[in-house]
């Protein structure tokens, strides 16, 4: 069986996200899975592995626009998807995504050791 590379859980969560890539922006109507190491967008595009982006996921339910905002590497790219691995985030973006996957995840307890055992995520 061939192990998993992740270091980090990955959830669905429903909401949209906007990726920007040389200038072009790309939108998702959701993230197909999320972590705070990465996400898969399902987002078509033609981008090589490597390429730098910036993305913003907007926190919908809130009174003011709260979103979290990340630079990323594109490190996969598929006719359907676009896998995004986190370079940089600020601390309260990190806040507001840990929170994520640890409310959406079905194994919390998990992701509590994944944080514990990484404290520097970013």
Not at 40 to 68: N, W
Not at 89 to 106: A, E, G, K, T, W
Request: charged fraction near 25%; aromatic fraction near 6%; include cysteine.
């Amino acid at each position: 069986m061939i192990k998993d590379k992740r270091r980090f859980s990955r959830v669905p969560f429903r909401v949209n996200a906007e990726m920007m890539v040389n200038g072009i922006l790309y939108n998702a109507g959701e993230i197909t899975n999320l972590g705070v190491g990465g996400c898969l967008l399902p987002v078509k595009a033609d981008l090589k592995p490597g390429t730098v982006c910036r993305m913003k996921i907007l926190l919908s339910g809130t009174s003011s626009e709260v979103s979290i905002k990340v630079n990323g590497t594109i490190i996969r790219c598929d006719p359907k998807a676009i896998a995004v691995k986190f370079t940089h985030i600020d601390p309260d973006s990190l806040f507001h995504l840990q929170n994520i996957v640890r409310y959406n995840s079905p194994e919390p307890d998990e992701f509590e050791l994944e944080i514990r055992d990484h404290p520097s995520l970013m």
